[in-house]
């Protein structure tokens, strides 16, 4: 019987620590607002117990596991927490879906639709911040039209 190299044990024990570290940083700052330990396990229908020791990093992971917590984050990218490049990508696409929503509650819009067809299914970061762009400089010429015409007619001002 052979022992475990000491390099893979650190490295294994590197990215357990990473991967706890993204669990928590995901949970704690869910787009939706923090998420307790048990709503994850909940959602990712794994135990408390289990989620517990996996942000301490004392879990020997199972893909399925990893799948299921990622799925419970409403992350449907398995590498999310695995890659730490994935997960900031993915991180980054969430905070410019949050300011779309935001952007959409702030003008008073129930929603938003995207009726492009060229419009890719998985947008990139760069494609989520152009819309919200276009959506904020469109609510401010919305305004700016509600504002003037109130003027024009003796109507209260926002």
Known sequence: MTLPDPDVETHLQSV????????????????????????????????????VDIEAG????????????TIGLGVQRPAYLIDPQVFAEVNQQLASLKKISDATRELGA????????????????????????KI??????ARRQVNTNNADDGSPQP
């Open 58 to 69: 004392n879990s020997n992971l199972g893909i399925d596991t990893l799948v299921k917590i």
């Open 136 to 141: 904020v400089a469109l609510g401010s010429e």
């Open 110 to 133: 129930t929603s938003i639709m995207f009726r492009n067809p060229g419009f890719p299914a998985d947008p990139s970061h760069e494609d989520l911040a152009t819309i919200l762009e």
């Open 16 to 51: 357990k620590l990473g991967i706890a570290e993204r669990v928590k940083a995901a949970r704690e700052n869910h787009p939706n607002g923090p998420m307790t330990r048990t709503a994850l396990a909940d959602a990712a229908g794994v135990s408390l117990r289990n989620l």
